[in-house]
């Protein structure tokens, strides 16, 4: 018993499993029945190759086949024979809609896009144009605005600021101390006149009261100040803190304008500065011309535009003239316009609208462009 079961183990033949049993396979090619209609893989490869054996099913291209197969059968005997033969006979699903089926041809109408091929007139295109150029080259009103804003705005500040350099008693000692300056006949020395006068400008840029002058007394004893004196000092500090506050306000406008311009004009800054200085300088030299031409006539006419007639007029031997005489107002004008004047060039230069500034080219490299 234990010998015969390894003979007949080695004496036994294999037997192949069903799944991968290949003897019942046709000939036929894998996947050729997915192959387009029309083009018979299997059955053109065995018509042109010579002295291949075709299919017993196959029939031939031109109806002949077997004894069995009737005269032009498209009967085919592989799967791509089948499906080609299926495909020949059915007809077209679109065999309505192609011109020389036999069916009248049906023509598809053009869009509406006629309209888009004519061409306006030429006033109007002329118009379109010009419209779009404008649209084109227009600039924003805001930075004129600034610009404008900032040239007006500019010789106002420049005085205010000079008028502030001279209410100041640094002003006053370069006055009292200088050469030429005329003395007071009626005792005051020059201290005196520092002292008394330093009161005098102090009061003009503080927020005191009128007693602030009022309360103050000569070494004798006496009131130093009028009662006319410090009701007009008082009406010259409502002027003088009025000024300056339309200073500071116009300052701040300007600010706010070099700040936008900055962002948003190219130039702009420069341009603003540019106009205003020139504005600058022709008020200065307008007021310096009619201040030269008749002085008293001038001064007169200006302290009737902010005060009312004779209140800022006094005797030689009251204290304001004593510590303000006209010599000094004369040189308080030419400091103001000095300074102004002086500020104003320096911007002009500054600001002058050169090739560069104004973003062209050298003029050399211009003509040679030219």
């Not at 300056?181 to 009061?203: E, K």
């Not at 603003?272 to 001038?298: H, P, Y």
């Amino acid at each position: 018993m234990k010998d015969e079961t390894p003979a007949r183990a080695k004496s036994a033949k294999p037997q192949p499993e069903p799944l991968l049993d290949t003897s019942g396979d046709s000939d036929e090619p894998a996947f050729s029945w997915m192959a387009p209609a029309g083009r018979d893989t299997a059955g053109s490869r065995a018509e042109d190759t010579p002295g291949a054996d075709r299919p017993s099913g196959s029939s031939s291209v031109d109806g002949s086949g077997d004894a069995g197969t009737a005269p032009g059968s498209t009967q085919a005997g592989t799967r791509a024979d089948r499906k080609a033969a299926e495909a020949a006979a059915a007809p077209p699903s679109d065999a309505g809609d192609r011109p020389g089926n036999g069916s009248s041809p049906v023509f598809n109408e053009p869009l509406d896009t006629s309209a888009l091929h004519v061409r306006p007139p030429e006033e109007e295109v002329e118009r379109r144009n010009a419209e779009r150029e404008n649209a084109a080259n227009a600039k924003p009103v805001a930075p004129r605005v600034m610009q404008v804003l900032l040239a007006i705005c500019f010789p106002v500040v420049l005085l205010v600021l000079a008028v502030r350099a001279v209410t100041s008693p640094l002003f006053l000692w370069v006055e009292y101390n200088r050469p030429g300056f005329p003395g007071d006949g009626y005792g005051f020395s020059t201290d005196d006149r520092m002292t008394y006068g330093s009161y005098a400008v102090d009061y003009l840029s503080n927020w005191s009261g009128p007693r602030y002058l009022g309360d103050l007394v000569h070494r004798s004893g006496d009131r130093l100040f009028k009662d006319g004196e410090v009701s007009h000092m008082a009406d010259v500090k409502l002027v003088i803190l009025s000024t300056f506050g339309a200073g500071a306000l116009l300052l701040l406008l300007c600010l706010v304008a070099v700040l936008y311009l900055r962002r948003r004009s190219t130039g702009g800054v420069r341009r603003g500065l540019f106009a205003g200085s020139i504005i600058t300088l022709v008020i200065i030299l307008g007021l310096g011309t009619l201040a030269f031409l008749g002085w008293q006539q001038f001064f007169t006419e200006f302290h009737r535009i902010f005060f009312a007639d004779g209140s800022w007029t006094f005797s030689l031997d009251d204290t304001l003239i004593r510590l303000f005489p006209g010599q000094f107002w004369i040189d308080a004008g030419i400091a103001i316009a000095g300074l102004v004047l002086l500020t104003a060039l320096v911007t002009l230069v500054l600001t002058w609208p050169t090739r560069r500034r104004r973003g062209l080219p050298p003029r050399e490299a211009a003509e040679d462009q030219a």
